[in-house]
């Protein structure tokens, strides 16, 4: 079955970080972009960051661009998100999403999300 | 950046109505336009890819239309697990999401 499960999620102050993974399989993870996108409670999709297959293309949203870090390991079928300087508004689910590529180009697997807090 | 902008932001609808959505693109965005539908606590899944490709498993029933600036989303019969919010994403230039659509029950 193909799978994509994050973890690391948590509460955590303002200023703080934490590192989110999504563990991918029942595909062959090092074929496909891959992405973050989350969600604010109550509101819509927000596209979080993009990584190419083979790391060597990865582009930020402007509202995390040098906060986050995008990174994988195709060894361990794994996607990462190292989130530093954590604000209020970054509180939301976070999702890994597969990237299908041509020509869908459009995110065809998803994860089941994992909640990040932000709070005092 | 690219901007994107859906209407109505929500409806409420009948079974078996046909439900119409929008999508425009702040600026040409050609074919590369998605749509997903999303349930309260689950994952967003993708319906309709680079404009009006269905994707694998999803009902007829869901169409998808346009190019350029400005898209539709059609249900042509709406059925009760069709309820849900639509969002529309481009993928012309890294990747934007329409602010949502929600689709209620009238």
């Known amino acids: 079955e193909v799978q994509l499960v994050e973890s690391g999620g948590g509460l955590v102050q303002p200023g703080g970080s934490l590192r989110l993974s999504c563990a991918a399989s029942?595909?062959?993870?090092?074929?496909?972009?891959m992405n973050w996108v989350r969600q604010a409670p109550g509101k819509g999709l927000e596209w979080v960051s993009y990584?190419?297959?083979?790391?060597?293309?990865?582009y930020y949203a402007d509202s995390v661009k040098g906060r986050f870090t995008i990174s994988r390991d195709n060894a361990k079928n794994s996607l990462y998100l190292q989130m530093n300087s954590l604000r209020d508004e970054d509180t939301a689910v976070y999702y890994c999403?597969?990237?299908?590529?041509?020509?869908?180009?459009?995110?065809?697997?998803w994860g089941q999300g994992t909640m990040v807090t932000v709070s005092s | 950046d690219i901007q994107m902008t859906q209407s109505p932001s929500s409806l409420s609808a009948s079974v078996g109505d046909r439900v119409t959505i929008t999508c425009r693109a702040s600026?040409?965005?050609?074919?590369?336009l998605n749509w997903y539908q999303q349930k309260p606590g689950k994952a967003p899944k993708l319906l309709i890819y680079?404009?009006?490709s269905l994707q694998s498993g999803v009902p007829s029933r869901f169409s998808g239309s346009g190019s350029g600036t400005d898209f539709t989303l059609t249900i042509s019969s709406l059925q009760p697990e069709d309820f849900a919010t639509y969002y529309c994403?481009?993928?012309?230039?890294?990747?934007?999401f329409g602010p949502g659509t929600k689709v209620d029950i009238k």
């Open positions: 999403a597969r990237d299908g590529g041509s020509p869908r180009w459009a995110f065809d697997i």
């Open positions: 029942g595909f062959t993870f090092s074929s496909y972009s």
């Open positions: 990584i190419s297959s083979s790391s060597s293309t990865i």
């Open positions: 600026q040409s965005i050609s074919s590369y």
């Open positions: 680079a404009a009006s």
């Open positions: 994403q481009q993928s012309y230039s890294t990747h934007t």
